[in-house]
């Protein structure tokens, strides 16, 4: 089974499970796992490390419109060593630091590769899921796309530049802010196109999106060798973290938000079009 067909068959099994996060009474909680040869490439630092795996988690809490609370990890490797395990802690504690949570540790275990497994938990009265977008509403993005698309290619020449290109924001802040404003919500962690896609399945929608007003991360117009290939890092590599919500008020929503967001698209009744174009299902893949 590939990814996509083993987490169809969690859903059959387990109907509670789709969005972002699980809810639990008012608590959000979500895990997450990243491996060495899958998720940190040659040259990612255990600061960006730590930063990235539990930043990972947060992300989850932060579309579901929730307060993150608190963050564990599970952190193994063939050997521990010092400096590493600190710079991961750190990393660790300064991302949790920055969007009101907690680091509050978790477990140590020895692996044959690095491998980091994370749990954030977050608060909630009204979690924003992803089965409400409604015909008509606006569709809109935070940040930028593509920022983890122009790290990957900047690791092997540029590895100060990637690093601090991997270590994003959880939009925390700005999840709480467009929560009330928002029908549906998820992070971009997949990439837009399948993001697009699994709102669709779940809000039993389609969406048509202005492929110009997609807002491109700088980085990725000093990797990508055309247009192409820009649009390719932006809409279908994923792993940026963003959040994708659906609203009735774009306006009231971006003017809340503590951090850009854009207006890329409308719900439509069926079918998800990229400039009038069918958009392929396409994304990020473990």
């Known amino acids: 089974m590939d990814e996509r067909a083993a987490l169809a068959l969690v859903g059959e099994e387990l109907p509670a499970a789709g969005d972002d996060c699980a809810v639990v009474g008012d608590t959000v909680v979500t895990t997450d796992m990243l491996h060495e040869t899958t998720d940190f490439p040659d040259g990612t630092t255990r600061y960006t490390a730590g930063w990235r795996a539990v930043g990972a988690s947060l992300s989850d809490v932060a579309a579901m419109g929730a307060a993150a609370?608190?963050?564990?990890?599970?952190?193994?490797?063939?050997?521990?060593?010092?400096?590493?395990?600190?710079?991961?802690?750190?990393?660790?504690?300064?991302?949790?630091?920055?969007?009101?949570?907690?680091?509050?540790?978790?477990?140590?275990?020895?692996?044959?590769?690095?491998?980091?497994?994370?749990?954030?938990?977050?608060?909630?009265?009204?979690?924003?899921?992803?089965?409400?977008?409604?015909?008509?509403?606006?569709?809109?993005?935070?940040?930028?796309l593509g920022?983890?698309?122009?790290?990957?290619?900047?690791?092997?020449?540029?590895?100060?530049?990637?690093?601090e290109l991997f270590r994003f924001e959880p939009r925390v802040a700005t999840g709480l802010a467009v929560a009330p404003?928002?029908?549906?919500?998820?992070?971009?962690?997949?990439?837009?196109?399948?993001?697009?896609?699994?709102?669709?399945?779940?809000?039993?929608?389609?969406?048509?999106?202005?492929?110009?007003?997609?807002?491109?991360?700088?980085?990725?117009?000093?990797v990508a060798a055309d247009a192409a290939e820009r649009r390719e890092l932006a809409v279908h590599f994923g792993e940026d973290f963003e959040l994708i919500f659906t609203t009735p008020e774009p306006d009231r929503a971006a003017s809340a938000a503590s951090t850009p967001v854009t207006r890329v698209g409308t719900v439509t009744e069926r079918g998800v079009e990229l400039d009038g174009e069918p958009l392929a299902d396409r994304g990020y893949t473990h």
Not at 79 to 104: P, Q
Not at 186 to 214: E, K, W, Y
């Open 147 to 163: 920022r983890s698309a122009a790290a990957l290619r900047l690791f092997t020449d540029e590895q100060p530049r990637a690093n």
């Open 69 to 144: 609370t608190a963050a564990v990890a599970v952190y193994g490797a063939p050997t521990f060593v010092e400096g590493e395990l600190r710079d991961f802690l750190r990393g660790a504690r300064e991302v949790c630091e920055l969007v009101g949570a907690e680091y509050v540790g978790g477990d140590l275990d020895g692996h044959d590769e690095f491998t980091v497994a994370t749990t954030a938990l977050g608060e909630t009265d009204d979690p924003v899921l992803r089965s409400g977008a409604t015909v008509g509403d606006a569709v809109c993005v935070t940040g930028t």
């Open 181 to 222: 404003h928002a029908t549906a919500m998820l992070d971009s962690s997949d990439g837009l196109a399948r993001s697009l896609h699994q709102l669709a399945a779940a809000s039993d929608c389609g969406f048509t999106v202005d492929g110009d007003r997609l807002p491109v991360d700088d980085a990725v117009d000093a």
